[in-house]
């Protein structure tokens, strides 16, 4: 398909107490195999969705937190973390997975996949996109 | 232009659908192509053709199912979201063995990649939630 | 790339007003609809947030309401459906904060 767009799924929303996280990992999941130039903005309470160390044994539901460490292997390398949302959560870099991908174009170096980024650089971001997604 | 259309909760519980499908009616209106109607999550309930709203309300799946009618609609109810909250179709019957269906008519069960289709073969995707 | 900026909560219960109004760019439209709608009331926590940017209201979420048109924030315009869709139509893309 010659017709590549920008797409950007853009997460707001904590994991497990509602299922809007999970779904839309899967739509990203899913999505990768049709190509697109993917990038992906974690902003508001979505920023919780990446925090290490979640064990969701005591509550019956899977933890789907591993599949964010696999999404370099589908080429979703652009993940955006507001730096803003963040802060006012009093989270650091240090409290979220360390997410990488390996860059065939230079002899597989391991990169990371997150880029901390304030409000009004997101928002240019955004503008360049093409398609939003919002779950 | 072209339009995909996100319904991201059910009927009644939410007005996602109710504004989702007015828009869709007024973008048909003007002249406008609707190349999808995709529902996710708890949207996928817009689509059980056993719902029984009282007499003075509307009818959110029914209407739905009138508006795919009259335009040749394409309504597509996401298969994993389906099968987690049990909204089923002839095929899905017989691969997991249920022993009833109830989807509407002018509704299909298919997969993800359907929403990912819209977004890459559509004008604009405009998406109804929470 | 202009976008239109959905939302659809009241700013009394949710974030997702001041999210959207920190994501908007010159150029950018705003559509309140459902109870986004509230947000456009003068003399409400929001209405200072929203002047002076490029807002629009859905009018049969407003009357579905009880707002009268007199008690929207000065420059919030009232748009149908149609007017929807045409919001939809004249910028690049959309984005639904919900």
Same mark, same amino acid.
């Given at each position: 398909m010659?017709?590549i767009?920008?797409?950007?799924?853009v997460n707001r929303r904590?994991?497990?107490g509602?299922?809007?996280?999970w779904e839309s990992?899967?739509?990203?999941?899913?999505?990768?195999?049709?190509?697109?130039d993917?990038?992906?903005?974690?902003?508001?309470d979505?920023?919780?969705?990446?925090v290490?160390?979640?064990?969701t044994?005591?509550?019956?539901?899977?933890?789907?937190?591993?599949?964010?460490?696999?999404l370099?292997d589908?080429e979703?390398t652009?993940i955006?973390?507001?730096?803003?949302?963040?802060?006012?959560?009093?989270?650091?870099l240090d409290d979220?997975q360390?997410?990488?991908?390996?860059d065939?174009?230079?002899?597989?170096?391991?990169?990371d996949s997150?880029?901390?980024v304030?409000?009004?650089?997101?928002?240019?971001?955004?503008?360049?996109?093409?398609?939003?997604f919002n779950? | 232009m072209?339009l995909?259309i996100?319904?991201?909760?059910?009927?009644?519980?939410?007005?996602?659908?109710?504004?989702?499908?007015?828009?869709?009616?007024?973008?048909?209106?003007?002249?406008?192509?609707?190349?999808?109607?995709?529902?996710?999550?708890?949207?996928v309930?817009?689509?059980?053709?056993?719902?029984?709203?009282?007499?003075?309300?509307?009818?959110?799946?029914?209407?739905w199912?009138?508006?795919a009618?009259?335009?040749?609609?394409?309504?597509v109810?996401? &298969?994993?979201?389906?099968q987690?909250?049990?909204?089923v179709?002839?095929?899905?019957?017989?691969?997991?063995k249920?022993?009833?269906?109830?989807?509407a008519?002018?509704?299909?069960?298919s997969g993800?990649?359907q929403? &990912?289709e819209?977004?890459?073969?559509?004008?604009?995707? &405009? &998406?109804?939630?929470? | 790339?202009?976008?239109?900026?959905?939302?659809?909560?009241?700013?009394?219960?949710?974030?997702?007003l001041?999210?959207?109004?920190?994501?908007?760019?010159?150029?950018d439209t705003m559509?309140?609809?459902?109870?986004?709608?509230y947000a456009?009331?003068?003399?409400?926590?929001?209405?200072s947030?929203?002047?002076?940017?490029?807002?629009?209201?859905?009018?049969?979420?407003?009357?579905?309401?009880g707002?009268?048109?007199?008690?929207l924030v000065?420059?919030v315009?009232?748009?149908d459906?149609?007017g929807f869709?045409?919001?939809?139509?004249?910028?690049?893309k959309?984005?639904?904060?919900l």
């Amino acid at each position: 398909m010659s017709n590549i767009k920008k797409f950007m799924y853009v997460n707001r929303r904590a994991p497990y107490g509602t299922i809007y996280a999970w779904e839309s990992l899967e739509v990203v999941l899913i999505g990768a195999a049709f190509e697109q130039d993917v990038s992906l903005a974690f902003i508001d309470d979505g920023v919780y969705q990446l925090v290490k160390g979640q064990d969701t044994a005591g509550i019956g539901m899977k933890n789907f937190s591993p599949t964010y460490a696999a999404l370099g292997d589908y080429e979703v390398t652009k993940i955006y973390v507001e730096k803003e949302s963040l802060e006012e959560r009093g989270l650091t870099l240090d409290d979220l997975q360390h997410l990488v991908w390996e860059d065939e174009d230079d002899d597989w170096a391991e990169k990371d996949s997150i880029r901390l980024v304030s409000c009004a650089e997101l928002a240019q971001v955004f503008a360049e996109q093409e398609v939003m997604f919002n779950f | 232009m072209n339009l995909t259309i996100q319904v991201n909760e059910g009927p009644y519980q939410h007005q996602a659908s109710d504004s989702a499908y007015f828009f869709t009616k007024a973008a048909l209106e003007k002249g406008h192509e609707i190349f999808r109607v995709f529902f996710y999550h708890d949207g996928v309930n817009n689509g059980t053709r056993l719902t029984t709203p009282p007499q003075d309300d509307r009818n959110v799946v029914k209407r739905w199912s009138e508006l795919a009618a009259e335009h040749d609609l394409d309504l597509v109810i996401c &298969v994993a979201a389906a099968q987690r909250r049990g909204i089923v179709d002839d095929g899905e019957a017989e691969r997991n063995k249920k022993d009833a269906t109830n989807i509407a008519p002018g509704f299909r069960i298919s997969g993800l990649g359907q929403l &990912v289709e819209g977004g890459i073969q559509s004008d604009r995707l &405009v &998406v109804f939630g929470d | 790339m202009s976008i239109l900026h959905l939302v659809n909560k009241s700013p009394y219960e949710r974030d997702s007003l001041d999210t959207a109004v920190d994501y908007m760019l010159d150029g950018d439209t705003m559509l309140l609809i459902e109870d986004g709608v509230y947000a456009a009331m003068s003399g409400g926590k929001a209405a200072s947030k929203i002047s002076g940017m490029k807002v629009s209201v859905l009018g049969p979420d407003l009357a579905a309401r009880g707002i009268s048109e007199e008690k929207l924030v000065d420059g919030v315009t009232v748009v149908d459906y149609a007017g929807f869709v045409d919001l939809v139509e004249s910028n690049d893309k959309v984005q639904s904060w919900l």
